[in-house]
């Protein structure tokens, strides 16, 4: 059903294992498509996310949710309809006209064709409650909840735009009639999309070594062109766009798995290996290198600097000074104190009866 990079298809819609946070790292429990999926087209099998394509109904309404961008859909993408959004002479945006369902777009997008628009952001919402997609109120609650934060991020920059959403519900005789019909429009309308428009993400995804998903850089983008402007740059709290990392010294060990599992190298090492550096423009929440950590030494942070964010600067986090170690003569990230290694400790404290003398016994 797949290649070698594990590209699962159903018609117009694909899956890319290869870039899902639960391919990337066995522990992960991501499951927002799993969630979103008003058919349940998605399943974990050995602990892996895979598309049922006979169960999937193209809907597009999973892609804008997904961190990593491994979900797409041919001839219509998000990212470049939001490059775009600036160009268009029409501020709505709505499934009947030229998307597919709204829940196509990630907070991002809502956040960048506002900042490049110039122009308020309108959505067209009102058949959400007559979609059949949208039964459980599951889809139509996340595309709302990404529109909220993108307004609040927009507040905290003081932008002039906004996204506004209409409500207003259509009478609808029937609804699957209505679906059909709003995704044969889609299939209609993106046909005519440029080339440039169709293949953005796609060619972002085939540059070598890659990581970080385009709607994140054209965030970042958006940003370095008002940060100048900006009165606040840094932020306190929590947000759901923009997270901050810190490591206890003195639990760190130095092993390296949070730089090797990061799936938008967000933590590196320095250039000597002997420190952590963190980016806060690449890191997309996933959560691994917390859960990866064995001493729990890496946690979240409060706060963000939209600087820092929009030029990608980092943070060294943690830095050590390796010394040999008297007992097994390997470096190690030297603490103060006896210069020994933790696993030389643990291995006296765990085992010194083994190195009794028969004539001390």
């Avoid at 974990?44 to 996310?49: D, E, G, Q, T, Y």
């Avoid at 997008?109 to 059949?132: E, I, T, W, Y």
């Amino acid at each position: 059903m797949g290649n070698i990079n594990f590209v699962q298809k159903s018609n117009l819609f694909s899956y890319t294992g290869t870039r899902c946070l639960r391919n990337e790292y066995y522990h992960n429990d991501c499951r927002i498509c799993i969630d979103l999926c008003p058919k349940g087209a998605f399943h974990i099998v050995r602990n892996k996310l895979t598309l049922f394509d006979n169960e999937c109904v193209e809907c597009a309404g999973c892609i804008g949710s997904c961190p990593t961008e491994a979900l797409q859909i041919d001839n219509f993408d998000p990212n470049g309809f939001a490059a775009g959004f600036q160009h268009q002479n029409d501020s709505l945006i709505s499934c009947k006209v030229s998307t597919p369902c709204l829940g196509v777009f990630d907070t991002e997008h809502f956040a960048v064709m506002a900042m490049r628009g110039g122009k308020n952001v309108q959505c067209d919402l009102s058949h959400c409650a007559a979609c059949p997609l949208n039964e459980s109120g599951v889809l139509g609650n996340s595309i709302r909840a990404k529109i909220a934060e993108a307004n609040r991020f927009l507040e905290s920059i003081e932008s002039e735009n906004t996204i506004e959403t209409i409500e207003v519900k259509e009478e609808q005789s029937d609804r699957r009639a209505l679906f059909r019909k709003g995704f044969e429009k889609l299939k209609e309308t993106v046909i005519e999309e440029s080339a440039a428009h169709v293949s953005m993400t796609t060619a972002h995804h085939r540059q070598a070594d890659m990581k970080i998903p385009l709607k994140r850089i054209l965030l970042k983008n958006s940003l370095k062109e008002v940060v100048g402007d900006l009165k606040t740059v840094q932020f306190e709290g929590t947000s759901s766009l923009f997270f901050n990392k810190q490591i206890d010294f003195s639990a760190c060990t130095n092993c390296g798995d949070c730089t090797q599992f990061c799936p938008t190298d967000a933590l590196f090492p320095t250039s000597d290996k002997q420190g952590i550096y963190f980016s806060q423009g690449k890191c997309i929440g996933c959560g691994i290198c917390e859960d990866i950590c064995k001493p729990n030494a890496i946690t979240k942070k409060e706060g963000y600097d939209l600087i820092s964010v929009a030029f990608d600067r980092a943070e060294e986090l943690v830095h050590y000074e390796l010394v040999m170690c008297h007992e097994c003569r390997t470096p190690f990230p030297y603490k103060g104190g006896d210069p020994i290694c933790d696993r030389c400790i643990s291995f006296v404290t765990n085992h010194a009866n083994m190195f009794t003398l028969a004539r001390d016994m």
